[in-house]
Nanobody, 127 residues
């Protein structure tokens, strides 16, 4: 069973920065794309950023481009989300998930296609 454990987040002020981490208990972590997703209050889950298995391709939601950076450390089996210039509209529960396709050429945007969601971590941005 794959487990994903997110950490980081919390209550921050608009304009602040914070970093989320997602540690995976997946032996083949380095062969799978990973993604960060969020669910704002009363809204559906949406994709924030995804990264391919090798870390050389990424894709971001338009709303976070230029402010958020996704990265991964395959040795530590961890994916990160650096969030800068935070806005109140970034308030959401942030979760990570894995694309179980092995070294997939196509980078799925998600959330469809991603599995084994973590428990999520709350990020609240005050104005």
């Amino acid at each position: 069973q794959v487990q994903l454990v997110e950490s980081g987040g919390g209550l921050v002020q608009a304009g602040d920065s914070t970093r989320l981490s997602c540690a995976a208990s997946l032996l083949t972590f380095s062969s799978h794309a990973m993604g960060w997703f969020r669910q704002p209050p009363g809204k559906e889950r949406e994709s924030v950023a995804v990264i391919n298995w090798s870390g050389d391709r990424t894709n971001y939601a338009d709303s976070v481009k230029g402010r958020f950076t996704i990265s991964r450390d395959n040795g530590l089996k961890t994916v990160y989300l650096q969030m800068n210039s935070l806005k109140p509209e970034d308030t959401a529960v942030y979760s990570c998930a894995v694309d179980l396709g092995v070294k997939r050429d196509q980078l799925l945007i998600g959330p469809k296609g991603y599995e084994y969601w973590g428990q999520g971590t709350q990020v609240t941005v005050s104005s």
